[in-house]
Every structure is written in structure tokens, then in C-alpha cells.
């Protein structure tokens, strides 16, 4: 019994192409829209302001030599404070956002509490990279901002 082979056309040829091309292209659209739909905002409201304003900003923040160490355990965040050599800092005002970079669902301002540069809050996060954004301000009055990474191993 012979195999009859069929011939490869162009037209053959050309649907497969098109075929190819329309699956990426789906892919594609879709991820797009999947980006966009996630997407949690603007950082500021008026970035040419924010600009004009950043240096002096970063400026006296840098001055305050403040470091702050994020970690996580046992369904508890814990911040720590620490100012030059090593000194525990008592910032005032202190508000955290905690949430995930891509997406803003699961955002969450926990309520800490605490003293001598060391606070927790209770929070139960799931496995991954978190964003913290902290804002305090210190005996001064210069605020602190800093964006950090919470890494949650599971």
C-alpha cells in the first residue's frame, strides 16, 4: 500500500502564517488589556510640582540618616527604626501602605504600634514580594518617605 502525499500550496502556507500571527497577536491584546485593567494609578497628582520639589525633599530626608529594616513572622510585620550609629529613632505620624506592586486589591494600611523604633502590626500576608510604603515624620517635622520590599517566605 503506498502513502499518498499531499503537495504544501501557498494558500497552505499562508494560513498557518496567519493562523501563527493571530495567536500572538491575541495573546498579546489580551495581555495588554489585562495590564492596563490592573493598573493602580499615578504616584502624585501633579509630577511637574513634585519635581520642582524632590531634591529639597530627598535632601532632608537624607540629613536624618534614618534606616528602616522591614521583616515579617508568625502574622506579624515589624518595622525598625534606626538613625545614625545605629541610634533607635521614635518617628511621628507613622502610616503604612502595604500592598502588592502590581495591584492595588490587596492594599492594606495595617495600624502599628509600638516603641524605641520598633513596631508590628498584625497582618497575615500570603507568599511573595509585598511593596511597603512608609511615611512618617520626625521630631523636626521633616517627613520621611520610603518605599521598601517585604519579601514573604511560605
Avoid at 502525499?5 to 495588554?32: D, H, P, W, Y
Avoid at 534614618?66 to 515589624?78: E, F, L, R
Amino acid at each position: 500500500m503506498t502513502m499518498a502525499t499531499k503537495e504544501l500550496t501557498g494558500r497552505t502556507v499562508f494560513i498557518i502564517v496567519a493562523s501563527a500571527f493571530a495567536v500572538i497577536i491575541g495573546v498579546n491584546l489580551l495581555m495588554a488589556f489585562l495590564a492596563v485593567d490592573t493598573f493602580p494609578g499615578l504616584e502624585v497628582k501633579n509630577s511637574y510640582v513634585a519635581s520642582q520639589e524632590f531634591d529639597t525633599r530627598r535632601e532632608a530626608q537624607v540629613g536624618l540618616g534614618w534606616v528602616v529594616q522591614p521583616s515579617y513572622a508568625d502574622g506579624q510585620v515589624h518595622l525598625v527604626f534606626t538613625g545614625p550609629n545605629g541610634v533607635a529613632v521614635t518617628p511621628q505620624d507613622l502610616q503604612v501602605l502595604i500592598g502588592r506592586t502590581t495591584e492595588a486589591r490587596d492594599d492594606v494600611r495595617p495600624e502599628f504600634t509600638g516603641y524605641a523604633g520598633r513596631y508590628s502590626a498584625p497582618l497575615e500576608l500570603a507568599r511573595g514580594k509585598w511593596m511597603m510604603r512608609v511615611e512618617a515624620v520626625s521630631e523636626d517635622g521633616t517627613p520621611f518617605r520610603q518605599r521598601l520590599e517585604l519579601i514573604v517566605k511560605g
